[in-house]
């Protein structure tokens, strides 16, 4: 079956643009993350959503970073004026169950972000 | 604050040559310990979910346990298409957000 599916692969902007980011979660899933990756590092958390709601935005680096998933399915991860700090693979990943569940996430290959 | 450790960060085997991966963690209270498995460019792949000290999980060459400080992934007679880096992730009880808290990962090179 789809998985996760991300877009695009790869991102090059000049610092100072926008970025946006696209995450496909699988069919009816009800929570889906965004995590930041940095070369050499594991996953740190970003954001979080139940359906349309954004239950935990604890993880977003500054005010540049904004998230939304309007209809319960897509998201989007937008980041404003870019610096090269943001250069990163940004993760989505989606889970069944909804929030305090123990279930496993699933992830997508992720978008290589490069900021020049 | 939840803390995932994991130790060592690379590790190089001969094929057949059997091994295991250190995860420790801290964690005010474990909903789920979770393995992941992540190949170059690609995203981490799930693999195991221990949910209580004593518990294990196996697959293929792989066996996952887990301590209340610490879990180990044994691979036993790895072949080279075991080379990846294994991810280890925590997630608390309690809160809204359910994320992953992961450790920096451990790089397996098993050479044939």
């Known amino acids: 079956g789809a998985g996760v599916s991300q877009s695009p692969r790869y991102k090059v902007a000049k610092r100072g643009q926008d970025v946006a980011l696209r995450c496909d979660p699988i069919?009816?899933?009800?929570?889906l993350f965004w995590y930041q990756q940095a070369l050499g590092q594991g996953p740190e958390f970003l954001t979080y959503?139940?359906?349309?709601?954004?239950?935990?935005k604890s993880g977003l680096p500054s005010d540049r970073f904004f998230a939304e998933r309007p209809e319960g399915s897509v998201s989007t991860l937008k980041i404003q004026r870019t610096q090269q700090e943001d250069s990163a693979v940004y993760l989505c990943?989606?889970?069944?169950?909804?929030?305090?569940?123990?279930?496993?996430?699933?992830f997508g290959d992720g978008t290589r972000l490069s900021i020049l | 604050e939840d803390q995932v450790t994991q130790s060592p960060e690379a590790l190089r085997l001969q094929e057949g040559e059997s091994s295991s991966l250190n995860c420790s963690y801290t964690?005010?209270?474990?909903?789920?310990l979770f393995w992941y498995r992540q190949d170059p460019g690609k995203g981490p792949e799930f693999l195991f979910t221990l949910y209580s000290a004593g518990e294990e999980k196996e697959k293929e060459r792989l066996k996952a346990t887990l301590t209340k400080k610490e879990s180990f992934l044994h691979i036993t007679a790895p072949k080279p298409e075991d080379s990846a880096t294994y991810l280890c992730a925590v997630q608390a009880i309690g809160g809204a957000n359910s994320k992953l808290t992961f450790g920096k990962g451990i790089t397996l090179s098993v050479r044939p």
């Open positions: 964690v005010s209270g474990l909903r789920g």
């Open positions: 959503f139940q359906n349309e709601a954004q239950l935990d």
């Open positions: 990943a989606s889970r069944r169950a909804g929030s305090h569940s123990n279930q496993p996430q699933h």
């Open positions: 069919s009816g899933h009800v929570s």
